[in-house]
């Protein structure tokens, strides 16, 4: 029960009717107009929500008093609602209905277990690009996807109705962050005769996309939102505040996409982690709301909380374009200006630091293959190609002996016949031989011959909520596609195309110019309405494409108008993938390779033999603009979201029941009940130390989420699938790990079982691990499965930025089922760290500069770590004794990175979730 102190509560007039507010004004230091906007907003939120218990004077003080160098203190943040993707909202929901389903067995009413702030999920990871290149593709991946997920649609639809402050935008409707952006924030909410910001937090890394409309929100943890959900406060250290000043003006040859792919190497390079961004400058004027939210989007690439852009005139325009009624956008005015929250561009802020960034020294921008910071500009990426697959592939042009093999293979009563080998390669844009040669196959397919090789694109994808929220980019992808085809140009045959707009707006305006017929021509068919390959929903490639990389040993690419492209994300056999916007991908398409210099040479040559070049056919700033204007209507964005949480017929038709408890069905393969609460009693066991641990894995520096949890497919002879197969399910409809994500069984065997993750304790890439007492390596979960037979506790040792990327929930799910009690690294990304503590697995780290290659531990050892059982308090240091099998003893110290007193709770308890349902047990 929040306590407002009352000289902080004011009253305001808007639109006739008079709202409580917590005025800033009414600080007593006055240093207020000093404050950065962000942390302004935060400071309301302790003002209006202080109890004197979980949020308290010292909370207050410590954001009113926020400087350069902020103290070491943790404040809390409760957010005025939750976003919630399918991927990370199903096991969301899975975990509610299960905490009911404990909650009834101790003799208490499930009906007291609701989300305590409004939750909308948006169902957008889930369909797959099975079927491309036609008109029919939408709708027979739609139909695929209920095919695959009724189950979990089910479970989602039982939630929408019988859960209290629950909405689920069905299948089909959008991406969440896009549809967070165009309908569902509200700048300043009105709520119970109160104005306050709309803040949140989502289960989805890319929840900051909202930054650009002046609302603070970031990814949270599944289980931290939960929490959160169930009314408990998000603890966070007080963040430093990077000002991120933009002059200049972006480049008529440069897009939004080559600008956020810029501003992510800088400010990786700056070292943002765990802090805010917000950005200021005369180059903010000219940038609008959705060039804003393309930077903000891909605030977890940079590893900032949130980048933010307050509200100002351009706010505003945004607001009445996607069709904000008149009394929404008053609101927010007239809240903004009064409260201290409004931006001119005339403040006199001070920052933790400054960077600076000129938007005029722009060029044409790609980044992979690997990292999304990993940026290259578009005139260097032919002649970095042979660098880059020597370095990240350890491929050389100069290859072993020739492989002379062929094999004919039935496919469609047709035959396709592959030839392997050292084949010489002719640059696609010249003729030219190269004089080296690459790793190559020649594929004979159905009256079509062609060579693929290194670096030929096997997939293009104009994807992902970053740029199909920006009309810019998308029409001018649209009117680039539309210069080619008068050209005389077409897209490569071996190419995946797919488009897969954020939301049906952006269908709207491209039917309505035309352009959608443009980008079908160049098989940029609408495959659906939602992630697809920027989560790993690439579907299937062509079975002769995808025999030839495999037999062929071919590092082929991707590109894509993506934000992540992490090893083996967006496809598993897709080794190189380059994030760029939607106009590159079409580009890059036509094409058919990466290896080229695409602003200097040919993209190909016209019917006539005459060359075409990127200029010929890229669209001018002017013909977009103007495109926009003609096009893009506030109708479109009444009609899309007026009928929002409609749904199709396949939704409408699904029938569940409607208890207070979800009906668990013991068949399902994709929804079981959570393993964390059953027969939870209602005070914890005491902390213990641990002792005789071994090493389940020992990685390097940049491991993902992904590497620790994959999102996408899986084969037969995994853990998972060997699973499914056992329990009926044919491979065909095995479906995807970020699928299964309700059912415990397939995600504890899917961690850490990506195909490219190494573990240094064995000899083989990919999710297996050494049972030391016998040297036996099999996958991560056997190794993992015999170790508990022995109850010996596991560690994860690995280097720096442990767990950055997505924030998935099961890394750290997965990781406590499995018997892991501690991860020792030498730096953790802020999500991930967050969920271990949620999980009641101890993130440490390495002290005094030490990681585990200076301190000579290979792995072998066993592990006893104390000081966790006594007076465990935040940042506590923690002794390690490590014995290698021939007696040798490495001690050193560790930092538990239990960050705050109500961290230590959660751990105490095992997680979050179970300190939350402890809590509603002494307390009904």
Aim: proline share 5%; aromatic share 10%.
């Amino acid at each position: 029960m929040s306590m407002i102190v009352p000289k902080y509560l004011k009253k305001i007039s808007v639109n006739g009717q008079t709202y409580s507010y917590c005025s800033l004004k009414g600080m007593p230091n006055g240093t207020i107009d000093r404050l950065p906007f962000s942390i302004r907003i935060l400071l309301e939120n302790v003002l209006r929500n202080y109890n004197g218990f979980s949020i308290t004077d010292e909370h207050i003080e410590t954001l009113s008093n926020w400087s350069p160098e902020p103290v070491d203190k943790d404040i809390p943040f409760k957010p005025a609602r939750i976003l919630m993707q399918d991927f990370t909202g199903v096991p969301a929901v899975v975990d509610m209905a299960s905490l009911r389903a404990e909650y009834v067995r101790h003799g208490k009413d499930g009906q007291k277990i609701n989300p305590a702030i409004p939750v909308d999920l948006v169902i957008d990871h889930s369909v797959q690009v099975d079927y491309y290149g036609t008109d029919y593709s939408y709708g027979k991946n739609v139909e695929l996807e209920y095919e695959r997920n009724k189950e979990r649609y089910e479970l989602l639809k039982w939630a929408q109705k019988g859960l209290k402050n629950f909405t689920v935008v069905p299948p089909g409707m959008g991406i969440c962050h896009q549809v967070n952006l165009e309908y569902l924030a509200k700048g300043i909410i009105a709520r119970d005769g109160w104005l306050f910001p709309d803040t949140l937090v989502g289960t989805d890394s890319h929840t900051p996309m909202v930054n650009g409309i002046g609302v603070v929100g970031w990814g949270a943890g599944g289980i931290e939102a939960e929490a959160a959900m169930l009314g408990q406060p998000i603890f966070f250290t007080c963040p430093e505040v990077i000002g991120l000043k933009l002059s200049g003006k972006i480049p008529d040859t440069c897009t939004a996409t080559d600008m956020v792919l810029s501003i992510t190497k800088v400010l990786r390079d700056k070292g943002v982690v765990g802090k805010f961004v917000e950005v200021f400058g005369d180059g903010l004027d000219l940038l609008s709301v959705t060039d804003r939210a393309t930077i903000a989007n891909m605030s977890p690439e940079f590893g900032c909380t949130v980048t933010y852009f307050p509200v100002d005139n351009r706010t505003l325009e945004y607001m009445h374009a996607t069709n904000r009624t008149a009394e929404e956008i008053k609101i927010v005015e007239e809240y903004c200006k009064e409260n201290l929250l409004w931006r001119t561009g005339k403040e006199e802020i001070v920052y933790s630091s400054v960077v600076e960034f000129d938007l005029s020294s722009l060029e044409p921008t790609v980044s992979g293959p690997k990292r999304p910071q990993d940026k290259i500009l578009v005139k260097n990426l032919g002649s970095q190609f042979t660098d880059l697959l020597d370095k990240e592939f350890q491929r050389s042009y100069y290859l072993p002996a020739q492989r002379k093999e062929s094999a004919w293979l039935a496919e469609g009563g047709s035959g396709t016949e592959f030839t392997f080998g050292k084949v010489p390669m002719e640059k696609a844009s010249s003729l030219e031989v190269v004089q080296d040669t690459m790793q190559s196959v020649r594929i004979k397919y159905k009256n079509q011959e062609f060579l693929l090789s290194d670096g030929s694109i096997v997939i293009a994808a104009i994807t992902s909520c970053t740029n199909t929220s920006n009309p810019a980019v998308m029409v001018g992808a649209g009117l680039l596609a539309r210069n080619a085809i008068e050209k005389g140009l077409r897209t490569k045959s071996w190419v995946k195309t797919s488009l897969a707009p954020g939301s049906k707006v952006v269908t709207q305006y491209l039917n309505r110019s035309g352009l959608s017929s443009d980008l079908e021509a160049l098989r940029f068919h609408t495959v659906g309405y939602g992630c697809t390959s920027c989560i790993g929903n690439s579907g299937p490639l062509p079975p002769h494409i995808a025999e030839a990389v495999d037999k062929g040993e071919l590092v082929v690419a991707s590109v894509l108008s993506g934000n992540r492209n992490f090893e083996a994300r967006v496809h598993p056999q897709v080794k190189m993938n380059f994030l760029m916007s939607p106009m590159l991908v079409v580009a890059y398409a036509l094409v058919g390779r990466v290896d080229v210099d695409l602003i200097n040479d040919p993209l190909s040559y016209d019917p006539n033999g005459n060359p075409v070049y990127l200029r010929d056919i890229w669209p001018s700033r002017e013909e977009i603009a103007q495109t926009i204007n003609d096009c893009v209507k506030q109708s479109d964005f009444q009609e899309v979201y007026d009928v929002i949480f409609d749904g199709s017929t396949d939704w409408q038709n699904l029938e569940v029941t409607l208890d207070e408890n979800f009906e668990w069905n013991t068949k399902s393969t994709y929804i079981k009940e959570a393993p964390f609460f059953e027969n939870l009693s209602v005070t914890p066991d005491p902390v213990s130390d641990i002792t005789n641990a071994r090493v389940l894995l020992y990685l390097g520096d940049s491991v993902t989420t992904d590497h620790i949890s994959p999102a996408g497919s899986f084969k037969e002879d995994s853990a998972a699938g060997r699973y499914l197969v056992s329990n009926g399910v044919e491979k065909a409809d095995f479906n995807s790990y970020g699928s299964r994500r309700g059912n415990h069984e397939v995600m504890m065997r899917g961690t850490f079982a990506n195909v490219r993750i190494k573990n240094k304790i064995v000899d083989k890439e990919g999710g297996f691990s050494k049972y030391f007492p016998t040297g036996a390596v099999k996958t991560v979960y056997e190794t993992a499965m015999e170790y508990q037979k022995d109850n010996t506790s596991l560690l994860v040792i690995a280097g720096k930025e442990y767990g950055s990327g997505s924030s998935r929930d099961w890394a750290a799910k997965g990781a406590y089922l499995l018997g892991i009690k501690a991860v020792i690294a030498e730096s953790f990304e802020r999500i991930h760290r967050s969920n271990l503590v949620g999980m009641g697995v101890a993130p440490l780290v390495f002290t005094n500069g030490q990681n585990a290659e200076s301190l000579g531990l290979d792995g072998t050892e066993t592990f006893d770590i104390t000081g966790l059982a006594d007076h465990l308090v935040p940042h506590k240091i923690l002794n390690v004794k490590a014995t290698h099998p021939d007696g040798k003893i490495t001690e050193f110290k560790v930092k538990a990175r239990m960050d705050s007193a109500i961290e230590i709770e959660y751990y105490k308890n095992n997680g979050i979730l179970q300190y939350v349902l402890r809590d509603y047990l002494k307390n009904s």
